[in-house]
């Protein structure tokens, strides 16, 4: 199992989260399994989405799509997004 971790900051989180949220299915379409939308509380136009994939092949071809990256314009994302490809070694239960 792989995660997709991206960082970004954004000019308006209530104007970003409904198109992130219209582009859920393109993004199941894609092979995602899901994940989670974290907000930095002290600094809420950063954003961080980490979404499982079991392909990750899938993973970095959906991270490299005109179809992501137009999506990341109109949703207000400012610059280049941090994008790692990540995997799980460990799930600690505490």
Known sequence: MGYLLVHNKVKDFNTW??????????????????????????DPSEVTIILEWDDMDKAREFAQSQDLREAME?????????????????????
Not at 21 to 29: G, N, V
Not at 74 to 94: H, N, Q, T
């Open 17 to 42: 989260k409904p198109v992130f949220d219209e582009h859920a299915s393109m993004r199941e379409a894609a092979g995602s399994k899901g994940g989670y939308v974290l907000q930095n509380l002290d």
């Open 74 to 94: 109109k949703a207000g994302v400012i610059g280049p997004p941090d994008i790692r490809f990540l995997e799980r070694v460990d799930r600690p239960s505490v």
